[in-house]
């Protein structure tokens, strides 16, 4: 069992669906990203597991415990606001002291506990400050304090190293990843930032329009997306249309698939995509196309190739100075360099197609 | 390079002692208000300081005798132990219906902050609209309510069988308190419903998520964070109760008066101005005095807000 569950919940706004029937389950001491666009409701997720909304349906399970009915203050899951909500009128170590004060800790072990956590957020001069007193980062690091200092068993994340420089983002990220192995915190962040998904995660639940569209390891979804949107969100792929008929994706490359006959999208990572020079006679097959634009980013090189889709298509080859590159102009083949990473999915009405 | 370089420099003060005054000046903050303090130099300063000098000079038959400065009457008032008495009753009852009124004004201007749409018109219709009559028809309202046996209070009660017979309620310092804290309420509720309506509802969502109960949460987040609005509230009902002379006048009877009620009778019915004039005197450095107090107390408990950006 896992230690914390949703299951299949559901919340509107009025007439605005926010969520629709997430599933997503957590494993004891291990860190679950939820990754998606603004606005898909990855707060409103969080704000119900928290307590602060009741959901239309579905269930909210701590530890075998259905805890959707239980008061936010008696819920033991520790909130990191994404615009911090620190107490104004308290100081930083007070804004800490908090929740300890609240369950009537002994003055002693408040303070002692308030001094660690405020040195682990590299805070430990700002104590007598106020919020206001703070820059925007050093108030997101009060409020990762004031949140971990109570040790809760699950803590929810809403962006929490947003408005960190990338240097203390890092080592925020590998504190954070320490601390909560050490104390066996089960936790979910949210985060706009892919990368910090794949290194700080166990799991990940790419969300789209208040529905989890994916969620699993970092490398199965993106060795394995499941629908192009994810694919899309987690690196970049090109998503190129066509058809399935008798078990094979009908293009030059006729990679098999268990996809059933009938519209479908190829979805293959840049960097599985290999750009040779046209030559007549060619006989491997691929997709001639004109290169329209070149960036070379030193260890690599990025083409859009235009093959008369509607998108152009991306490719990212090693780069070496003795080794020619196609330019804008040149005619060329993209061919796939590995069939098996390529993905074949089903085409959805509606389904993102970029 | 020591570690000690790499402090930060400790906080700063939140209140720089010195210069502090200029500082708005300074900023061009002030400037703004220069109308309005002129106007107020003008309409308001000038004639209040006359009044109040008439209090230090001798008149005879309405002139000035020039150059007749004198302390005299000022100093029979303060040892009259009756002026004492008077400014102790203006003050008890001043204290007492403001604090009546923080305790009936915080709950609503509360209660405002969860109404939506039209509830929350209709209720901030109900707050205003005493404001919108005059207080001397609302005083005369509470002496047919309050008043003697077909007072509607006491016909009400004895008609419910709560009392045989009826309460003396108007011609003591009740009808007084109820009077004053009625129709000053709205002076309370107004600055509280800004600041509570306005409130971060996220700081009492954060004191919850960090365990706290509703209670403990309202005690110890809402509360504080409208420090300054209780506290303005406080200083402009105490201010207009402690100088209030109409309802003290209406309410407590002919027999009843306070600082206030003689600066009236002293200027208005027995015409001596000098004596009017000194009481007024006491009336309004008192009222300052304590409305300073107040104003400070607040600030002193809001240090926080200081720091605002
Ligand atoms: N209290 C509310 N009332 C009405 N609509 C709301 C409310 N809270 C959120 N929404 C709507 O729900 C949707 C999801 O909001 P949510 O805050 O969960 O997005 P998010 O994924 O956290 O976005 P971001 O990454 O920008 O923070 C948005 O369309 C938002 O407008
Ligand atoms: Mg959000």
Redesign the interface.
């Known amino acids: 069992m896992s230690h914390l569950v949703i299951d299949n919940v559901s919340k509107s706004f009025g007439e605005l669906p926010v969520l629709r029937g997430c599933s997503l389950s957590v494993e004891k001491g291990s860190v679950l990203t939820l990754l998606g666009p603004s606005g898909c409701g990855k707060t409103t997720l969080l704000r119900t597991i928290?307590?602060?909304i009741t959901p239309d349906a579905g269930r909210i399970v701590v530890q075998g415990n259905d805890i959707s009915d239980m008061?936010?203050?008696?819920?033991?899951?520790?909130?990191v606001?994404q615009?911090y909500?620190?107490?104004?009128?308290?100081t930083i170590a007070a804004n800490v002291a908090?929740?300890l004060k609240?369950?009537r800790t002994s003055r002693a072990e408040v303070a002692r506990r308030v001094e660690d956590a405020l040195r682990l957020v590299d805070l430990s001069?700002?104590a007598?400050?106020?919020p206001?007193?703070l820059s925007g980062g050093q108030q997101q690091r009060v409020a990762i304090a004031?949140?971990l200092v109570?040790e809760p068993s699950v803590l929810l994340l809403d962006e929490p190293f947003n408005a960190l420089d990338a240097r203390l983002r890092l080592t925020m990220q590998i504190e954070l990843r320490k601390l909560i192995q050490r104390v066996g915190i089960t936790s979910i962040f949210v985060t706009h930032d892919q990368m910090e998904a794949m290194t700080l995660s166990d799991t990940v639940a790419v969300m789209h329009k208040g529905v989890v569209e994916q969620f699993g390891s970092p490398l199965d979804i993106y060795d394995r997306p499941r629908t192009a949107y994810v694919a899309n969100f987690i690196g970049r792929a090109n998503v190129i249309p066509g058809e399935v008929a008798n078990g094979h994706f009908d293009d030059p490359a006729r990679i098999a698939t268990q996809a059933p006959a009938g519209p479908a999208v190829l979805v293959v990572r840049p960097e599985n995509v290999t750009v040779e020079p046209a030559t007549a006679g060619d006989a491997a097959p691929g997709w001639p196309g004109t290169v329209t634009f070149t960036t070379a980013l030193g260890p690599t090189v990025e083409y859009e190739i235009d093959c008369g889709w509607p998108e152009p298509l991306r490719a990212i080859a090693p780069r070496s100075p003795g080794r020619p590159q196609a330019g804008p102009g040149d005619r060329v083949v993209a061919r796939i360099a590995d069939p098996a990473a390529a993905v074949v999915l089903r085409r959805q009405d509606g389904a993102h197609v970029h | 390079m020591s570690t000690e370089a790499l402090r930060p420099p400790p906080s700063r003060p939140l209140s720089p002692r010195r210069g502090a005054w200029m500082r708005p000046l300074v900023g061009g903050g002030l400037w703004p208000a220069v109308p309005a303090v002129a106007y107020l130099l003008v309409f308001m300063v000038l004639p209040i300081g006359t009044l109040l000098l008439f209090g230090f000079v001798t008149i005879e038959r309405g002139r000035i005798v020039g150059d007749s400065f004198t302390l005299e009457p000022m100093l029979r008032a303060l040892s009259d132990p009756l002026v004492w008495r008077l400014m102790w009753r203006s003050f008890w009852v001043a204290a007492a219906s403001t604090v009546l009124c923080l305790l009936l004004a915080y709950p609503v201007a509360f209660a405002y902050g969860s109404l939506r749409g039209v509830w929350r018109t209709l209720l901030l219709v109900a707050i205003v609209s005493p404001l919108l009559t005059s207080a001397l028809v609302r005083t005369y309202a509470w002496l047919v309510i309050l008043g003697g046996r077909r007072g509607i209070l006491n016909q009400s009660l004895i008609w419910l069988g709560v009392i045989d017979e009826p309460l003396r309620i108007l011609n003591t310092d009740w009808a007084v308190l109820i009077g004053m804290t009625q129709i000053h309420l709205p002076f309370m509720i107004l600055p509280l419903l800004a600041v509570l309506s306005e409130r971060d509802r996220r700081l009492e969502e954060a004191s919850l998520n960090l365990g706290a109960s509703r209670t403990a949460t309202f005690f110890k987040v809402i509360v504080p964070m409208s420090i300054p609005a209780i506290f303005a509230g406080l200083a402009l009902v105490f201010a207009v109760s402690y100088t209030n002379f109409i309802i003290p006048q209406l309410l407590g009877g002919g027999n009843y008066s306070t600082l206030a009620v003689q600066v009236y009778e002293q200027t208005i019915v027995v015409l001596d101005w000098t004596r009017g004039a000194v009481l007024a005197t006491l009336l309004l450095s008192t009222c300052f005095l304590f409305v300073l107090a107040i104003v400070s107390l607040g600030s002193r408990l809001s240090r926080w807000n200081e720091v605002r950006r």
């Open positions: 928290a307590g602060f008061p936010p203050n008696r819920r033991e899951v520790g909130y606001f615009n909500a620190l107490f104004p009128h308290l908090y929740g609240v369950r001069t700002f007598d400050r106020y206001a007193q004031r949140s109570l």
